[in-house]
């Protein structure tokens, strides 16, 4: 494995009596061999991450819009800076309340047991959300609130990126998610 280079000629320094040292050398293809078959050996028996993906159902087009009842409905606008407005029930009466993303597990979390309180913990009777992601949101903002509704076991919730209100759109412009 390790060889010894010696040089053939063993003559004396000028002037001196003594013979050169040799200097020794080792020869490494064993070992860069065995390194080679090593990394290929943990490449071909390592499993690659398998990527997840999330189904997203978009309602079919020729279904007539039915109405979604206020009590147990909460509308989710996606902003601009990470930032979400917020409104429960109907845009008319509901007063839109600022939020991040860090504080909508709470909103949800809060407005699920009110809602199951107020229809008597009725199974049946579950919170709806409405997302509407506007063209200030990013695709990363989009991801993250279905990862949450996921996490907050929420039932039901629906994707409406077509019809933002001009109301809606008047709160988001005031509290500046827009």
Do not use: C
């Amino acid at each position: 494995m390790a060889t010894l280079n010696i040089p053939q000629n063993g003559q004396a320094l000028k002037g001196k009596n003594r013979t050169r040292k040799a200097v020794p050398s080792v020869d490494l293809t064993a070992m860069v061999d065995l390194a080679f078959l090593l990394i290929t050996f943990f490449m071909l028996t390592t499993s690659l991450s398998k990527s997840q993906a999330m189904d997203v159902a978009k309602p079919v087009v020729d279904i007539p819009d039915q109405p979604y009842p206020a009590s147990r409905t909460i509308t989710v606008l996606l902003g601009k800076n990470n930032s979400i407005v917020w409104y429960k029930g109907e845009m008319e009466k509901a007063t839109p309340q600022l939020a991040n993303f860090k504080g909508i597990a709470k909103v949800l979390a809060f407005n699920k047991k009110e809602i199951a309180r107020l229809h008597g913990n009725d199974p049946g009777k579950f919170m709806i959300v409405i997302i509407k992601p506007t063209e200030k949101s990013t695709y990363k903002n989009f991801v993250d609130v279905l990862d949450e509704m996921s996490i907050s076991y929420v039932k039901s919730y629906l994707i409406d990126d077509k019809s933002l209100q001009s109301l809606e759109r008047g709160y988001m412009e005031k509290l500046g998610a827009i």
